[in-house]
């Protein structure tokens, strides 16, 4: 810690007076980093076990930052000090979100989302929690979901016999029946791992997004994985809609792309997800 620390100070030109852990998920050692200027928020992790990793998120977090409709945290540096990584963002204080602040955090996903490029995917890969996630661009967003986002997954899963031969028929089936379950739209840019832990709101009440995962996708995709595990409010998904309305028959499609944050979770965490899986894809065959 102290190489780094030390590379840190260097490149800030700033004495590190203090530094506190802080929660910053299950991946990355997060603190609290206090200099003789200011107030930085400091993200490690090992450079071998996840190479690039913070070099693919400073790209996702400036990707967003250039669309000048949502904020994220300015990116102080990145790099390498002896087998560490380091990501160094601006502070932000906190506070608990209200009803304005969500109508706020809808109204102005809502505006990313409209961000469109001419293909699903992005010309790099990037990571998903701790996976690697690949980006391969295609022309439509069906294709891009089963070739870049559920095959890979499902692979993974059946090679750690987390899913059996009959698990594998139900989602060659899903994959068969895909184009004819929902609408497809012109790529959207998407956050694409938005959980209730990945927004704050600042104590001034500025929303900001944080940790993405970002690609051109579908932004039925954002929308479902917020309501995964909660932290998203009535008044969210009401000013969402109002700025840009979801097509018919969004909700019933909500478990439809979850089955990737479900995949996820499987591939991570073990066979404690799969009855879950199952359940979704059974909705959808």
């Given at each position: 810690?102290e190489?780094?620390?030390?590379?840190?100070?260097?490149?800030l030109n700033?004495h590190?007076?203090?530094?506190?852990p802080v929660s910053?998920?299950?991946?990355?050692?997060?603190?609290?980093?206090?200099?003789?200027?200011n107030?930085?928020?400091?993200?490690?992790n090992?450079?071998h076990?996840?190479?690039g990793?913070?070099?693919?998120e400073?790209?996702?977090?400036?990707?967003?930052?250039?669309?000048?409709?949502?904020a994220?945290?300015?990116?102080?540096m990145?790099?390498?000090?002896?087998?560490?990584?380091?990501?160094?963002?601006?502070?932000?204080?906190?506070?608990?979100a209200?009803?304005?602040n969500t109508?706020e955090?809808?109204?102005q996903?809502a505006?990313?989302?409209?961000v469109?490029?001419?293909?699903?995917?992005?010309?790099?890969?990037?990571?998903?929690?701790s996976?690697?996630?690949s980006?391969k661009?295609h022309?439509?967003w069906?294709e891009f979901?089963?070739?870049?986002r559920?095959t890979?997954?499902?692979?993974?899963?059946k090679?750690?016999d987390?899913l059996?031969?009959?698990?594998i028929?139900?989602v060659e089936?899903?994959y068969?029946?895909?184009p004819?379950?929902?609408?497809?739209e012109k790529?959207s840019?998407?956050?694409?791992d938005?959980?209730?832990g990945?927004y704050?709101?600042s104590?001034?009440?500025?929303?900001?997004?944080?940790d993405p995962a970002?690609?051109?996708?579908h932004r039925?995709?954002?929308?479902?994985?917020?309501?995964?595990?909660?932290g998203?409010?009535?008044?969210?998904?009401?000013?969402?809609?109002?700025?840009?309305?979801?097509?018919k028959?969004?909700?019933?499609r909500?478990?439809?792309?979850?089955?990737y944050?479900?995949?996820?979770h499987?591939n991570?965490f073990?066979?404690?997800?799969?009855q879950?899986?199952?359940n979704?894809?059974?909705?959808?065959?």
């Amino acid at each position: 810690m102290e190489a780094l620390l030390s590379a840190i100070e260097q490149q800030l030109n700033q004495h590190i007076t203090t530094y506190q852990p802080v929660s910053g998920g299950d991946i990355n050692n997060a603190f609290c980093l206090n200099t003789s200027k200011n107030i930085y928020f400091l993200k490690t992790n090992s450079k071998h076990k996840f190479p690039g990793m913070f070099d693919v998120e400073t790209r996702g977090l400036e990707l967003i930052r250039s669309t000048q409709t949502i904020a994220v945290p300015h990116v102080i540096m990145q790099g390498d000090a002896g087998d560490k990584s380091y990501l160094v963002l601006e502070w932000i204080d906190t506070k608990k979100a209200d009803a304005v602040n969500t109508r706020e955090l809808g109204e102005q996903l809502a505006a990313m989302h409209r961000v469109s490029a001419e293909s699903f995917g992005l010309p790099y890969d990037n990571y998903i929690g701790s996976l690697n996630q690949s980006n391969k661009q295609h022309t439509t967003w069906a294709e891009f979901f089963v070739k870049e986002r559920l095959t890979p997954l499902i692979s993974m899963a059946k090679e750690r016999d987390l899913l059996n031969t009959e698990d594998i028929k139900l989602v060659e089936r899903l994959y068969n029946k895909l184009p004819e379950l929902f609408d497809e739209e012109k790529p959207s840019l998407i956050h694409g791992d938005l959980w209730g832990g990945n927004y704050l709101i600042s104590g001034r009440g500025k929303p900001y997004l944080i940790d993405p995962a970002a690609s051109y996708g579908h932004r039925e995709f954002d929308i479902a994985m917020t309501t995964l595990f909660g932290g998203f409010n009535k008044e969210f998904y009401g000013a969402y809609n109002n700025s840009f309305p979801l097509n018919k028959g969004w909700q019933q499609r909500l478990k439809l792309w979850n089955i990737y944050p479900l995949l996820i979770h499987l591939n991570l965490f073990g066979a404690m997800y799969r009855q879950q899986l199952l359940n979704n894809l059974s909705l959808y065959v």
